[in-house]
């Protein structure tokens, strides 16, 4: 095992911000996890597992032990009647593993395309996009625990998902660390169509029942129009979650601002568009020193170039304090703040 003093994260987090982690160690295989474990001066420190590094902001330097998963591997474990078992290792690209699964003449997860990140922090967020949560594909993941060295398995249900929410973020937050993620992908195919972005653009092309490739290639169209690529201008994805309010709430925003873009959910809740929230208070295009928000979705927070983690983190706040003031509502972030 190789233990590495103090690495730049600059280039290890999708937003671009600097810090320095004080002791980082790669991980590429379950024994390595042991190897932590038992290590006399590791094996008792804080952890913080690193996988894409799309979603989390650095504020400062980084005094846990940074173990960074960099464990890969893709294969078809089982191809059964009414289903595929996929598994990835929790170091693969999460869209090298969406592709890799099309190549194979597997679909299932075109709607989940270009979202930076790695395979295994797929399920700590539950990653969501165009109708179909990570959820809806999972089978189970492997991780080892930090406290005993030893592997666990984990079905659906352990996991308690949420909207971009997990047990990962909750009781096992620094507890443990995913190995492998094991993805449930159903046969026959049935395509997910329902967003409202997609049938924009099956109407444009004048396609009713198009292939898992035509949809990969839209969502793929769709991301790239909205949503900055990390590798040109550093950000996290959404930057806040939607937020959910009661039926009462919602008429009441509703009786001041008509135009309010929001989704009626199954338990008579309500989610509201957080960017479209962020837009209507005149976000769109401001900035903080370099921290900025995207002009083309209030939703991303942008590195205009050289944007440190507070310029990030007080321009965030600002926008929360704007929105409650118009709205009273409070965004919650999305990413890690670290
Ligand atoms: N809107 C505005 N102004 C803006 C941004 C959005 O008016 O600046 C309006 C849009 O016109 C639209 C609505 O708000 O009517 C929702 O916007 P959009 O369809 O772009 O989706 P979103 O709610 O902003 C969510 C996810 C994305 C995911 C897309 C597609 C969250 C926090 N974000 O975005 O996930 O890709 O839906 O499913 O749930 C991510 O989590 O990092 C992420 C990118």
Same mark, same amino acid.
């Given at each position: 095992m190789h233990i590495e003093r103090n690495v730049s994260l600059r280039d290890y987090n999708s937003f671009g911000l600097p810090a320095v982690a004080r002791t980082l160690v790669r991980i590429h295989e379950e024994a390595d996890v042991r190897r932590v474990v038992d290590?006399? %001066? @590791? =094996?008792i420190a804080p952890k913080f597992v690193l996988g894409g590094g799309s979603n989390i902001v650095l504020t400062r330097d980084v005094q846990p032990v940074v173990l960074k998963v960099e464990i890969l591997g893709k294969r078809i474990a089982e191809e059964r009647e009414d289903c595929w078992i996929v598994e990835a290792g929790a170091g693969e690209s999460w869209h090298g593993l969406v592709e890799w699964t099309l190549d194979h003449g $597997?679909? &299932? @997860? %075109?709607? @989940?395309? @270009? $979202?930076? !990140?790695t395979v295994g922090a797929s399920p700590v967020q539950n990653i969501g996009a165009y109708g179909v949560e990570l959820k809806d594909r999972f089978d189970s993941l492997d991780l080892v625990d930090f406290t005993t060295g030893r592997r666990a398995t984990l079905p659906r249900a352990a996991c308690r998902f949420g909207y971009r929410d997990s047990i990962f973020k909750h009781e096992l937050a620094g507890k443990s660390l995913i190995t492998r993620v094991r993805f449930r992908l159903p046969r026959p195919w049935q395509s997910e169509l329902g967003y409202l972005d997609l049938e924009r653009k099956m109407h444009e092309a004048g396609i009713s029942a198009p292939s898992p490739r035509q949809v990969f290639d839209w969502v793929c169209q769709i991301r790239r129009a909205k949503l900055p690529d990390p590798a040109v201008i550093g950000n996290a994805g959404s930057f806040f979650k939607n937020p959910v309010v009661t039926e009462e709430q919602c008429r009441d925003i509703i009786g001041r601002d008509p135009e309010i873009v929001h989704y009626p959910m199954p338990d008579g809740s309500v989610k509201l568009a957080a960017g479209w929230l962020i837009d209507a208070c005149g976000?769109? =295009?401001?900035?903080?020193g370099q921290a900025g928000v995207y002009e083309k979705q209030a939703l991303v927070l942008v590195n205009? !170039? &050289?944007? $440190?983690g507070a310029e990030v983190l007080t321009l965030a706040r600002a926008i929360q304090e704007s929105v409650y003031g118009r709205f009273g509502i409070r965004l919650e972030p999305e990413p890690v703040v670290l």
């Open positions: 290590h006399p %001066e @590791l =094996g $597997i679909p &299932g @997860l %075109e709607n @989940l395309a @270009l $979202i930076p !990140g976000w769109k =295009g401001k900035s903080v205009r !170039g &050289g944007a $440190i």
